[in-house]
């Protein structure tokens, strides 16, 4: 089973900038899509940038300019930097990734088990 192991939350005043850094684990798999959600309490979790499947970029209108998304394949490593941070951007981010599993031939969606972002103003 494929973890992901998230880093790089905490507390930053507003203006400021954060970087989250989330890494896939496991044994023979392939991560096809991979990108960066967030919720708040009492509400539903959205995108906020992630990578598709076809290697393309989509980011949340609330965050374009300010949040850019990377990558690294080899280390199966997606990161999340963040700058201009204002306090509407407070929630607990979870990263997500589509994995190809070579043991089962299957496709599944694995999630992280969230890091707090808190922006003050």
């Known amino acids: 089973q494929v973890q992901l192991v998230e880093s790089g939350g905490g507390l930053v005043q507003a203006g400021g900038s954060l970087r989250l850094s989330c890494a896939a684990s496991?044994?023979?798999?392939?991560?096809?899509?991979m990108g960066w959600y967030r919720q708040e309490p009492g509400n539903q979790r959205e995108l906020v940038a992630g990578f598709t499947t076809a290697d393309t970029t989509n980011y949340a209108d609330s965050v374009k300019g300010r949040f850019t998304i990377s990558r690294d394949n080899a280390k199966n490593t997606v990161n999340l930097q963040m700058n201009s941070l204002k306090p509407e951007d407070t929630a607990v981010y979870y990263c997500n990734a589509e994995i190809f599993d070579y043991n089962s031939r299957s496709y599944y969606k694995v999630w992280g088990q969230g890091t707090q972002v808190t922006v003050s103003s």
């Open positions: 496991g044994s023979r798999f392939r991560v096809n899509a």
